[in-house]
């Protein structure tokens, strides 16, 4: 019993690390999950069946041997009896007798035989049923066969030796006999299991597979206005309610998703999305209006494809941006080049795009054309600084320039004189000279 628990112990190591090698797990991880529990159930009922059909098939070799050694005992009892009764015909040198003597032993099924030997070793009389022995003992004496010995004595003086064959084919046949039965019922039970597991697979994985081919529908077409049939209520069903609430929620944040992407496209403000490494992800059909580039144009692209080859003294420059990005937000009026090589002027917004652990993942920028805006300020910038029927600057141009000059001067400590330099004008023509007789320089000579 000892030696079975130990080889039954060797037995789970064995597969314990078989169940850890790389090729079992590939080959089990590849299986559909019908495979994986009809396997590892049969799996379970024959190793259950086989271990009660062990523990069945020792109890049946410890019967054989209480059989056996019951038919030992008995056959021994009556070698016993037949030494003493051959005693004496083998002491007065008489086989007939001892002959008739062993013939009684004819009355037990088992023994095949029996043989009276002299103290030397040589046959003195000898019994053989008529009948002969059976197939199997002729086939496998060594295996359906066993002798048993009981010494001849008189007054304790040995005599002879007493020498009987005992036949074990019936035990031999009783035992296979019921072997057969148990792994008759062994292979039956197993058809069993696997049949009702095949039955009971189709309810228990049903819900599953729907599952899943529910998702593959989902993950296919987006029709997120699909649900799965909660058919059961256990954690199949619990799984199937969680899913059709996720996809609740994922209609919801779609359908707010193509509202906000509507209300982007109709939206006449430039609206464009970065990543973190400042590449075009999103332009709304605003930005294709404004610059000319459409999404796929300018998507993966830097959004530096939209900076000037040149930028002039009111520009905001990149590294300006990129300063105010660092800390925050940047609103402002820079100008932009688009497809065409337009100078497009734009008031912008920009911030970042953080996540969930407030990294940037990206930035976003809105933005509108204010070249309208700009000529409209030149105009009256004009209107108020210039006459209209000559478009020499006016009185209120030149008292603007007479307090600058007049500030330079008093910052400066020179005379008046020194400062009418300062009289010149950003226009075609400009006032230098603070006296009352006025001189006019063409744009060429202005400082």
Not at 52 to 75: E, I, W
Not at 115 to 137: N, V
Not at 417 to 441: G, K
Request: hydrophobic residues 45%; neutral net charge.
């Amino acid at each position: 019993m000892k030696a079975l628990l130990q080889r039954m112990d060797h037995f789970w190591q064995w597969l314990a690390t078989l169940e850890a090698t790389a090729s079992v797990r590939a080959w089990f991880a590849g299986r559909s999950i019908r495979d994986k529990l009809t396997g590892v159930v049969m799996g379970v009922v024959v190793l259950a069946m086989t271990v009660v059909s062990g523990f069945g098939v020792l109890g049946l070799v410890v019967s054989s041997r209480d059989s056996l050694r019951a038919t030992r005992d008995v056959v021994g009892t009556l070698g016993d009896v037949t030494a003493l009764s051959v005693a004496s015909a083998l002491a007065f040198n008489d086989p007939r007798s001892a002959a008739n003597t062993l013939s009684t032993l004819g009355v037990h099924p088992n023994i095949l035989d029996a043989e009276l030997l002299q103290g030397d070793g040589t046959s003195f009389a000898r019994f053989e049923p008529a009948g002969g022995r059976p197939l199997l003992a002729r086939l496998a004496p060594a295996l359906s066969t066993t002798q048993v010995e009981r010494p001849v004595e008189i007054s304790a003086e040995r005599l002879g030796l007493l020498r009987m064959t005992v036949d074990l084919s019936g035990l031999w046949r009783v035992f296979v006999v019921q072997v057969a039965i148990m792994l008759l019922g062994l292979g039956l039970g197993v058809m069993a299991a696997y049949t009702l597991m095949l039955r009971l697979s189709r309810a228990i994985l049903q819900p599953v597979e729907h599952l899943g081919a529910l998702a593959r529908r989902v993950s296919e077409s987006r029709e997120y206005a699909l649900r799965a049939q909660v058919s059961t209520q256990d954690e199949l069903g619990a799984l199937a309610r969680e899913f059709n609430t996720m996809l609740e929620q994922i209609e919801q944040r779609d359908a707010q998703l193509r509202e906000h992407t509507e209300a982007l496209e109709q939206t006449q403000e430039v609206v464009c999305l970065a990543d973190a490494s400042a590449r075009f992800r999103y332009v709304n059909p605003a930005f294709t209006r404004t610059f000319g580039y459409t999404l796929d144009e300018v998507r993966e692209r830097a959004v530096t494809l939209l900076k000037p080859d040149s930028l002039s003294a009111d520009v905001t420059t990149q590294q300006e941006i990129r300063l105010a990005l660092v800390s925050g937000s940047f609103s402002g009026e820079v100008n932009l080049m688009g497809k065409a090589g337009r100078r497009v002027p734009m008031f912008v917004n920009i911030g970042p795009v953080r996540g969930r652990d407030g990294t940037v993942v990206g930035y976003v920028g809105t933005g509108h054309d204010v070249s309208d805006k700009q000529r409209a300020e030149e105009l009256i910038r004009r209107q108020a600084n210039y006459d209209d029927l000559t478009g020499l600057p006016n009185r209120r141009m030149f008292h603007t320039c007479l307090e600058r000059c007049i500030q330079e001067s008093a910052s400066s400590r020179a005379p008046l004189a020194t400062s009418s330099a300062a009289l010149a004008m950003p226009t075609e023509l400009a006032l230098i000279s603070a006296r009352p007789s006025l001189r006019l320089l063409p744009r060429s000579q202005m400082p």
